[in-house]
């Protein structure tokens, strides 16, 4: 497979959304779209994309930060045909090294469980504790 990563690539909403849906197995949300052009502009460092051989977007990652020392891998996402090539590791490490020349000391990433092997071997993170609130809108 043949792709190409970019640091602040090109992109469009709808083109990302479907992505995500895709990614996390979730609906389209069509009846509420996310601007996700907005949504990087208000709370990213930045953002990678990958797109294959014929430019259709094939992963996406979210880099958000403190404007300091930190920054998050968020929405990391690859198609699941493109999925087991290599795709998200690249993805990942295209956000580290963008992160590290902002002068970003820290890039944390919260994952599931079964998303370990990913993060912590082919990835390079290491293990920290954390704590977590769910915050839900009654």
């Not at 990563?5 to 609906?27: I, Q, T």
């Not at 990958?50 to 880099?63: C, S, T």
């Amino acid at each position: 497979m043949i792709f190409n990563c970019l640091w602040r690539g090109a992109f469009e909403s709808a083109e990302v959304r479907l992505l995500h849906a895709d990614a996390f197995g979730s609906p389209v949300d069509a009846e509420r779209p996310t601007d996700w052009r907005a949504t990087v502009a208000a709370h990213s460092l930045g953002w990678v994309t990958a797109r294959d051989e014929v430019e259709r977007l094939i992963g996406f990652a979210n880099v958000i930060w403190d404007g300091g020392a930190h920054a998050w891998l968020q929405d990391v996402m690859v198609s699941s045909p493109s999925r087991n090539n290599g795709v998200g590791t690249l993805l990942v490490a295209a956000a580290r090294d963008a992160a590290a020349q902002a002068g970003c000391e820290w890039l944390h990433v919260d994952f599931e469980e079964n998303l370990g092997p990913f993060y912590l071997d082919a990835c390079n993170f290491v293990p920290v504790t954390a704590g977590l609130i769910r915050l839900e809108s009654s």
